[in-house]
């Protein structure tokens, strides 16, 4: 080791390791202090997030108990047959999507209204709820999702302690992580990931932490994993310590455990607020930067001074090594200047006498690689041995190489294979030693991604001055356009050869210079008898002078001309054709020739002839038709008249049937209508006497009365708590949305039964059938209900052309027939499906069926087996019409004993004219 080396380093080993030591004995203090403070911080910081998540659960449990308790819950004893509990509890998740499923079971444990539909009719008689009961964080078969369960027993609101069913509720536990604030101290997202709270289930199972960590949640046991300070609160301890955590970082931990949020239990949850040691200890972390950025400085200084010594003697070296690589490169007019006598002077000195010599006898790199890569062609130079020795920049743009893929590689792998490529090209350059030159010669080049490129190839041999083979100089022009305006050009050709209308081309004298094979079938005149004449061999003498001069004066003005023209074929026979003159312009805009196209249209002149004669005839006859269709029009009317009265009497009688079914329709929403209403009222109490203890708090302030003011806090806080007013606050707007749900559906049953009820006008409307079938069952629920079991069956129908309120009377006496065939309880099925080009219904009722001796009578006018003045025969009598109408069509099947199914099939798109 030289010993400049030894005492730089002895310097800075004295001053270092006192610097050292001093930093050491201030950070293990100053980490003792931070470690108490901070641990203490975040055990108080757990124990307020656990505290924030019970309060919340809390809220969660008390809406779940009020729910049940709610007045339309009664309906569980009857199996909420008109799905009025359903559609509270989808409203109610629509408007709490924090929930996983919502479920109602009557007291046999079977499931009668549920969020999730795949649930109804299954008995889950271990979930019963005798009594309030909340199940911990597990993963539920029913929801397929982590939840904490909320079971409520429903008790018959006029009979004490009967339960007549239970209301459950699953909590989507997800959520909890939105419940806590998981940065423990704020700040960016990286440090979030440094510092962040994560609760747990009793077993040490992970249900609650900040998003980096997701993948921890429901999958983690922190205690499974050996995480002291997790073990801990797990055995109702409180503290902080100082451990590896889950990810082996080493962390700062402060641990606390959940008591319980007054009705809502203890579930044994506990959390750990944790902060990486990196970030808990930073402060400490800059007096160790301190020390090391001292030790920096001083290595820098000695460094410093070494160079400066060290570069009086090897700069000289340096500037003559630069030198040696310019030289290298072919720049013999690089020198180099030494202002020294010494042997780096010498030395200087005969290396600038080599450069001019080299200068004088040697021509200059560069000036040959300009040279090369200024070619617009392709230039390749080959070793003997046939490899890639030089490219020039032409070459890399063409083919898209780089230097480093071509250089060494055989002159093949640019080559296609082709037979006027590779085979040609490599035969001749076997006899490369026989001074064989290859000349314009057309190959094909390969691309890097593939390409074939047409080339004219040219080479020649590469010797020194012995005459030995060195190697061979290859250059190529890419000849693609050329190929290309070749096939244009062929293309054409062919085209105008195919071509069957007659084609004419002439020079700007009129001189014919070309006329394709149609131009003889069209004309009778042959190729050789038509070039070098004039185009007036075909002329007719039908057109006059003026005619030809206007042809003359449009296409010297550079414009096309078109016109229908008579002329004569070489026979003297007489044809009429579309005829087109176009000016043919050179790339300097000035017409070079002239193309004529003839398209012979005699015969379709003469079937124009025959159409117009066949035309006055159909005229003649529409007259006749007219007067005949005018009276067939006024009986058609007076018709149709006598129908919409028998429709609209049809309707009415529906109505009447379904008068009492409707009115109990809109009794159900009346009903919890007036059960919110009493709860809106004594919320409204509760909220009077914070008021008018406010205004008490307001008088005691005004008069100074300390005593006074301290008591009325004292009491507001009490009433406060007793009577919860933030609940009243949040729970008000939704109750008032119930209302306000009920209103609108009592409003929808009046509307459809007024829209049902309106004289039919008979307008055609674009609706799908399934908007007309719910319509007419918001008038039928209520009758349905009682008697039947409805199901539907919707299917992904398209909007037709229909008259909905002639359709819905047809589906209101379907749905009233399959009632009256059942004989106690039963089914009525309704499915809507797409055949072919028609919408298709099928009503099916699991009543008494139809006899067969019957079953081709019951679409006949006044047909009914009702007793006498219970029906009028009508109902299907008018419904088959009303669908024939429609262009559709109404079909019955029947079993005695089975049931009935009757299927309307209705096309997707009416005819134009109007359906009567």
Request: charged content about 25%; hydrophobic content about 40%; proline content about 3%.
């Given at each position: 080791?030289?010993?400049?080396?030894?005492?730089?380093?002895?310097?800075?080993?004295?001053?270092?390791?006192?610097?050292?030591?001093?930093?050491?004995?201030?950070?293990?203090?100053?980490?003792?202090?931070?470690?108490?403070?901070?641990?203490?911080?975040?055990?108080?910081?757990?124990?307020?997030?656990?505290?924030?998540?019970?309060?919340?659960?809390?809220?969660?449990?008390?809406?779940?108990?009020?729910?049940?308790?709610?007045?339309?819950?009664?309906?569980?004893?009857?199996?909420?047959?008109?799905?009025?509990?359903?559609?509270?509890?989808?409203?109610?998740?629509?408007?709490?999507?924090?929930?996983?499923?919502?479920?109602?079971?009557?007291?046999?444990?079977?499931?009668?209204?549920?969020?999730?539909?795949?649930?109804?009719?299954?008995?889950?008689?271990?979930?019963?709820?005798?009594?309030?009961?909340?199940?911990?964080?597990?993963?539920?078969?029913?929801?397929?999702?982590?939840?904490?369960?909320?079971?409520?027993?429903?008790?018959?609101?006029?009979?004490?302690?009967?339960?007549?069913?239970?209301?459950?509720?699953?909590?989507?536990?997800?959520?909890?992580?939105?419940?806590?604030?998981?940065?423990?101290?704020?700040?960016?997202?990286?440090?979030?990931?440094?510092?962040?709270?994560?609760?747990?289930?009793?077993?040490?199972?992970?249900?609650?932490?900040?998003?980096?960590?997701?993948?921890?949640?429901?999958?983690?046991?922190?205690?499974?994993?050996?995480?002291?300070?997790?073990?801990?609160?797990?055995?109702?301890?409180?503290?902080?310590?100082?451990?590896?955590?889950?990810?082996?970082?080493?962390?700062?931990?402060?641990?606390?455990?959940?008591?319980?949020?007054?009705?809502?239990?203890?579930?044994?949850?506990?959390?750990?607020?944790?902060?990486?040691?990196?970030?808990?200890?930073?402060?400490?972390?800059?007096?160790?930067?301190?020390?090391?950025?001292?030790?920096?400085?001083?290595?820098?200084?000695?460094?410093?001074?070494?160079?400066?010594?060290?570069?009086?003697?090897?700069?000289?070296?340096?500037?003559?090594?630069?030198?040696?690589?310019?030289?290298?490169?072919?720049?013999?007019?690089?020198?180099?200047?030494?202002?020294?006598?010494?042997?780096?002077?010498?030395?200087?000195?005969?290396?600038?006498?080599?450069?001019?010599?080299?200068?004088?006898?040697?021509?200059?790199?560069?000036?040959?690689?300009?040279?090369?890569?200024?070619?617009?062609?392709?230039?390749?130079?080959?070793?003997?041995?046939?490899?890639?020795?030089?490219?020039?920049?032409?070459?890399?743009?063409?083919?898209?190489?780089?230097?480093?893929?071509?250089?060494?590689?055989?002159?093949?792998?640019?080559?296609?294979?082709?037979?006027?490529?590779?085979?040609?090209?490599?035969?001749?350059?076997?006899?490369?030693?026989?001074?064989?030159?290859?000349?314009?010669?057309?190959?094909?080049?390969?691309?890097?991604?593939?390409?074939?490129?047409?080339?004219?190839?040219?080479?020649?041999?590469?010797?020194?001055?012995?005459?030995?083979?060195?190697?061979?100089?290859?250059?190529?022009?890419?000849?693609?356009?050329?190929?290309?305006?070749?096939?244009?050009?062929?293309?054409?050709?062919?085209?105008?050869?195919?071509?069957?209308?007659?084609?004419?081309?002439?020079?700007?004298?009129?001189?014919?210079?070309?006329?394709?094979?149609?131009?003889?079938?069209?004309?009778?005149?042959?190729?050789?008898?038509?070039?070098?004449?004039?185009?007036?061999?075909?002329?007719?003498?039908?057109?006059?002078?003026?005619?030809?001069?206007?042809?003359?004066?449009?296409?010297?003005?550079?414009?096309?001309?078109?016109?229908?023209?008579?002329?004569?074929?070489?026979?003297?026979?007489?044809?009429?054709?579309?005829?087109?003159?176009?000016?043919?312009?050179?790339?300097?805009?000035?017409?070079?020739?002239?193309?004529?196209?003839?398209?012979?249209?005699?015969?379709?002149?003469?079937?124009?002839?025959?159409?117009?004669?066949?035309?006055?005839?159909?005229?003649?006859?529409?007259?006749?038709?007219?007067?005949?269709?005018?009276?067939?029009?006024?009986?058609?009317?007076?018709?149709?008249?006598?129908?919409?009265?028998?429709?609209?009497?049809?309707?009415?009688?529906?109505?009447?049937?379904?008068?009492?079914?409707?009115?109990?329709?809109?009794?159900?929403?009346?009903?919890?209508?007036?059960?919110?209403?009493?709860m809106l009222e004594q919320y409204i109490a509760d909220y009077a006497k914070v008021l008018k203890m406010a205004d008490h708090l307001k008088e005691s302030v005004e008069q100074e009365n300390l005593a006074k003011t301290k008591s009325i806090i004292e009491e507001m806080a009490r009433l406060n708590k007793e009577i919860n007013l933030d609940y009243i606050i949040s729970d008000t707007p939704k109750l008032l949305?119930?209302?306000?749900?009920?209103?609108?559906?009592?409003?929808?049953?009046?509307?459809?039964?007024?829209?049902?009820?309106?004289?039919?006008?008979?307008?055609?409307?674009?609706?799908?059938?399934?908007?007309?079938?719910?319509?007419?069952?918001?008038?039928?629920?209520?009758?349905?209900?009682?008697?039947?079991?409805?199901?539907?069956?919707?299917?992904?129908?398209?909007?037709?052309?229909?008259?909905?309120?002639?359709?819905?009377?047809?589906?209101?006496?379907?749905?009233?027939?399959?009632?009256?065939?059942?004989?106690?309880?039963?089914?009525?099925?309704?499915?809507?499906?797409?055949?072919?080009?028609?919408?298709?219904?099928?009503?099916?009722?699991?009543?008494?069926?139809?006899?067969?001796?019957?079953?081709?009578?019951?679409?006949?006018?006044?047909?009914?087996?009702?007793?006498?003045?219970?029906?009028?025969?009508?109902?299907?009598?008018?419904?088959?019409?009303?669908?024939?109408?429609?262009?559709?069509?109404?079909?019955?099947?029947?079993?005695?004993?089975?049931?009935?199914?009757?299927?309307?099939?209705?096309?997707?798109?009416?005819?134009?004219?109007?359906?009567?």
């Open positions: 080791m030289k010993i400049r080396t030894k005492s730089i380093l002895l310097f800075l080993g004295l001053s270092l390791i006192p610097l050292i030591g001093m930093g050491k004995f201030a950070y293990e203090n100053g980490r003792q202090a931070i470690k108490q403070n901070l641990g203490l911080a975040f055990q108080q910081l757990a124990h307020t997030q656990i505290e924030n998540v019970e309060n919340n659960m809390e809220e969660v449990r008390k809406s779940v108990e009020r729910w049940s308790k709610m007045s339309i819950m009664q309906e569980v004893v009857i199996g909420d047959m008109d799905a009025t509990i359903q559609s509270f509890l989808l409203d109610v998740k629509k408007e709490n999507k924090n929930f996983t499923h919502i479920s109602v079971m009557n007291s046999e444990g079977t499931v009668i209204a549920s969020t999730l539909p795949e649930m109804l009719g299954k008995n889950f008689r271990a979930a019963r709820a005798d009594k309030p009961r909340v199940d911990d964080v597990h993963y539920s078969d029913i929801s397929g999702e982590w939840e904490v369960t909320f079971s409520f027993p429903i008790e018959a609101q006029f009979t004490q302690d009967q339960i007549i069913g239970s209301f459950m509720a699953g909590w989507n536990a997800a959520t909890l992580s939105r419940m806590v604030h998981l940065s423990a101290g704020g700040g960016t997202e990286q440090e979030g990931k440094n510092n962040h709270f994560m609760l747990m289930r009793h077993d040490g199972l992970v249900i609650a932490a900040p998003d980096f960590e997701k993948e921890s949640i429901f999958k983690n046991n922190l205690v499974k994993r050996g995480l002291r300070s997790a073990l801990l609160a797990s055995r109702k301890q409180e503290g902080y310590l100082v451990e590896k955590d889950e990810h082996g970082a080493e962390s700062l931990i402060g641990y606390d455990y959940a008591k319980g949020q007054n009705d809502f239990p203890d579930l044994g949850w506990f959390g750990v607020v944790l902060l990486n040691t990196d970030r808990a200890f930073a402060s400490i972390k800059r007096l160790e930067m301190v020390i090391f950025f001292s030790g920096l400085i001083v290595v820098f200084i000695v460094g410093i001074l070494s160079v400066i010594a060290s570069g009086k003697m090897t700069t000289p070296l340096m500037n003559i090594a630069r030198a040696v690589d310019k030289v290298a490169q072919g720049d013999f007019q690089t020198r180099v200047t030494v202002n020294s006598k010494d042997e780096f002077g010498q030395l200087a000195a005969a290396f600038n006498t080599m450069t001019e010599d080299l200068q004088g006898t040697t021509v200059s790199k560069e000036y040959v690689d300009n040279i090369i890569a200024n070619m617009n062609n392709s230039l390749i130079v080959l070793t003997p041995r046939m490899e890639i020795q030089l490219v020039n920049e032409a070459t890399r743009a063409l083919l898209g190489y780089t230097d480093e893929e071509l250089l060494g590689q055989p002159f093949n792998m640019l080559l296609t294979g082709s037979p006027s490529g590779e085979t040609s090209i490599h035969s001749r350059m076997e006899r490369l030693g026989d001074n064989e030159v290859v000349r314009n010669e057309e190959i094909q080049y390969r691309t890097k991604d593939g390409r074939a490129i047409d080339m004219l190839f040219s080479s020649a041999n590469l010797k020194n001055k012995n005459n030995k083979l060195n190697g061979l100089v290859c250059v190529a022009q890419d000849i693609t356009e050329r190929r290309e305006a070749e096939t244009q050009r062929n293309r054409l050709a062919a085209t105008l050869h195919a071509v069957q209308d007659a084609v004419i081309i002439t020079d700007i004298e009129g001189i014919i210079e070309y006329v394709n094979p149609a131009f003889e079938r069209v004309t009778g005149y042959g190729v050789t008898e038509a070039l070098g004449r004039k185009p007036n061999i075909l002329k007719s003498g039908i057109q006059n002078r003026e005619f030809y001069r206007n042809l003359w004066e449009t296409i010297l003005g550079g414009k096309i001309w078109t016109a229908v023209i008579v002329n004569k074929k070489k026979d003297g026979t007489l044809f009429t054709c579309e005829q087109s003159v176009t000016p043919i312009k050179d790339a300097t805009g000035r017409t070079v020739n002239f193309a004529g196209i003839l398209h012979d249209i005699t015969k379709r002149q003469e079937m124009e002839n025959n159409l117009k004669e066949a035309n006055r005839d159909l005229v003649n006859r529409e007259k006749a038709l007219r007067q005949t269709f005018q009276d067939l029009s006024t009986a058609h009317e007076a018709l149709k008249t006598t129908q919409n009265q028998l429709v609209q009497s049809e309707k009415l009688a529906s109505i009447g049937h379904l008068a009492a079914g409707v009115a109990h329709e809109i009794n159900n929403p009346v009903g919890f209508i007036s059960s919110n209403m009493e949305e119930h209302n306000r749900k009920g209103i609108e559906r009592i409003r929808k049953i009046v509307n459809d039964l007024r829209a049902f009820s309106r004289e039919d006008k008979n307008v055609m409307e674009r609706v799908k059938i399934e908007e007309v079938i719910e319509g007419i069952l918001t008038i039928v629920t209520s009758e349905i209900k009682y008697k039947a079991r409805l199901e539907k069956d919707y299917g992904d129908t398209p909007p037709i052309e229909c008259s909905p309120q002639r359709l819905g009377q047809v589906f209101i006496n379907l749905i009233i027939n399959a009632l009256h065939a059942i004989e106690g309880t039963g089914t009525i099925a309704i499915k809507t499906y797409t055949q072919d080009e028609f919408v298709c219904v099928d009503v099916r009722d699991t009543g008494k069926g139809i006899p067969p001796e019957i079953l081709n009578k019951i679409f006949d006018p006044f047909f009914t087996t009702k007793p006498t003045g219970q029906g009028t025969g009508l109902g299907l009598s008018v419904s088959y019409e009303i669908i024939k109408k429609h262009n559709g069509s109404m079909t019955v099947r029947s079993k005695v004993g089975e049931g009935t199914t009757f299927t309307v099939m209705l096309p997707i798109n009416q005819e134009k004219e109007e359906t009567s």
